[in-house]
């Protein structure tokens, strides 16, 4: 996969060459003199052409006939390998303890990818970063983060969670202890507009990361990232990790709730350690555009009204709001705790370990609170239109029972909303400050 880029750029050169001969030859000779020259040079000429037709339809054909949604953003070709890039990714990855971890990143160009990145490397952990860097939302912003992951000795390879060739010369370079996936299409209401990016990133992608660890040897302990929303339409509050989950109400949610079945039987075949952490509406600074507390801190300081869902018979619109920090403590302690793969060679040798946990705040805030909040931290009123909540995707509220985490990861949220907000406002007015970038 990764020469097509090359052989895109070869092929259109060489008709080109065929031209310019063309062009030498005629001026040289005086085809006029014999009716032989003639014949050969009309021969020339026709052959010429059949070339040209061959040379120009065959990029075409070799290309991908996959959607243009899908091709457009992730599943362009980068570049990787070489003596340099495999210094960079060993350098990357090298732990600065003897007994700490070296953990391949997906996602590590996301809102969670990075604060954990950044935390892993904090405390002398060796991280590599894994990220497409695709267009679901401003890129450049993906583009900071990895600047910043850079100043402190991340490197994120850029490369798509399905180019199988890549990963396996990740394994083959670096003997990854852990594997933290976090790459995924996120967000509900997209999933209407482009659902086989769900597909690709939620689904495939996690087999293709999967089926590289099962053969990894040694094989990787893996952590990822489910979600909440796998609570579906369920109405029994607080949300525990042994409630049902068989009501996803947006194909986001089915995505992840497949993930979690595919997981089991990873787990249950090969012997891979799996852990899987439902987050709840994570937020603060470096976070997500697509999200509410993001888009309507946006929209508030430039006066436009910002959407305030509320669910039939006037019901409250609630969510678990959990500040970024307590999730990557959520995520370091799940990595922590868990234990060794027991396959090798692709065979299981015997029982591995198998979790799930919420990963939330267990105090659901309703929306309209959430933007009272930032009218004070903003110093600006909110024009608020309530509108029906739209059965697209979104339920009505979530909360997480979080006993499971607390007692096997020792997980304790600490940042309310109030203190998380002020902390993600003061990073927002800094990051846009002066109108030098522009929030999409
Ligand atoms: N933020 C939340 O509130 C929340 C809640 C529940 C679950 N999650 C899950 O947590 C994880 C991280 O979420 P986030 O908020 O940081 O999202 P994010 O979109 O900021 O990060 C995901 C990153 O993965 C990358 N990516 C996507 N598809 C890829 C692919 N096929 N190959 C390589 N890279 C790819 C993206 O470029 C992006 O940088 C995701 O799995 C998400 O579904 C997040
Ligand atoms: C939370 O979940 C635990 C099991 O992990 C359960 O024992 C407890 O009753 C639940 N709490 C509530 C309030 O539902």
């Known amino acids: 996969m990764k020469q097509m ?33 003639k014949l050969t040079f009309w021969s020339f000429v026709l ?64 809102f969670v990818g990075t604060h954990v990145s950044a935390a892993l490397k904090r405390r002398g952990d060796g991280v590599l970063g894994l990220d ?36 396996k010369k990740l394994f083959e370079v670096v003997a990854f202890t852990h594997v933290m996936h976090l790459a995924a299409q996120a967000g509900v209401r997209y999933a209407m507009e482009n659902p086989s990016s769900y597909v690709h990133s939620n689904i495939a992608g996690l087999v293709s990361i999967l089926e590289v660890c099962k053969s990894a040897n040694p094989q990787p302990a893996i952590v990822w990232a489910s979600s909440s929303s796998v ?15 068989d009501q996803p109400a947006s194909l986001y949610a089915a995505t992840k709730k497949a993930g979690e079945e595919i997981a089991h039987t990873y787990n249950h075949i090969y012997g891979l350690s799996l852990t899987g952490l439902r987050f709840f509406t994570v937020y603060g600074p470096w976070g997500r555009p697509d999200m509410a507390y993001f888009f309507f801190t946006k929209d508030i300081l430039k006066g436009k009204s910002v959407p305030i869902f509320e669910a039939a018979n006037h019901g409250t619109v609630a ?74 995707g979104d ?26 907000l002020k902390k993600f406002v003061r990073w927002y007015l800094s990051y846009y400050d002066s109108g030098k970038k522009s929030a999409q």
Not at 11 to 31: L, V
Not at 49 to 55: A, M, T, Y
Request: some cysteine; proline content about 5%.
């Open 47 to 110: 052959f010429l052409g059949l070339i040209l037709v061959f040379f120009f339809k065959s990029p075409t054909s070799t290309s991908s006939p996959l959607p243009s949604d899908l091709s457009r953003r992730s599943l362009r070709t980068y570049s990787w390998g070489g003596p340099a890039w495999e210094k960079r990714v060993r350098a990357s990855s090298r732990t600065r303890s003897r007994n700490g971890l070296s953990v391949l990143v997906t996602g590590a160009a996301g």
């Open 231 to 245: 609570y579906g339409l369920n109405t029994k509050v607080p949300f525990s990790e042994k409630d049902r989950t």
């Open 395 to 420: 339920v009505q509220f979530t909360h997480a029972n979080i006993s499971s985490a607390q007692r096997e990861l020792g997980y304790k949220p600490t940042t309310d909303l109030q203190t998380g």
């Open 132 to 167: 497409n860097f695709n267009d679901y939302y401003d890129p450049s912003l993906k583009r900071a983060r990895q600047a910043l992951l850079e100043r402190s000795g991340v490197f994120i390879v850029e490369g798509d969670i399905n180019d199988i060739a890549l990963l």
């Open 5 to 37: 880029s090359h052989i895109d750029h070869d092929i259109p050169s060489t008709p080109g060459k065929f031209k310019m001969e063309k062009s030498s030859y005629m001026n040289r000779i005086r085809w006029h003199y014999s009716s032989l020259a």
């Open 319 to 392: 969510r678990d709001f959990t500040y970024i920090d307590d999730i990557v403590k959520g995520c370091l302690a799940a990595l922590d705790t868990a234990e060794k793969s027991t396959g090798s060679g692709g065979k299981k040798k015997g029982p591995a370990q198998l979790r799930v946990f919420n990963l939330g705040n267990t105090s659901p805030v309703p929306v309209s609170d959430l933007v009272s909040i930032l009218e004070r931290l903003l110093k600006v009123k909110a024009k608020r239109s309530v509108t029906k909540l739209p059965r697209n």
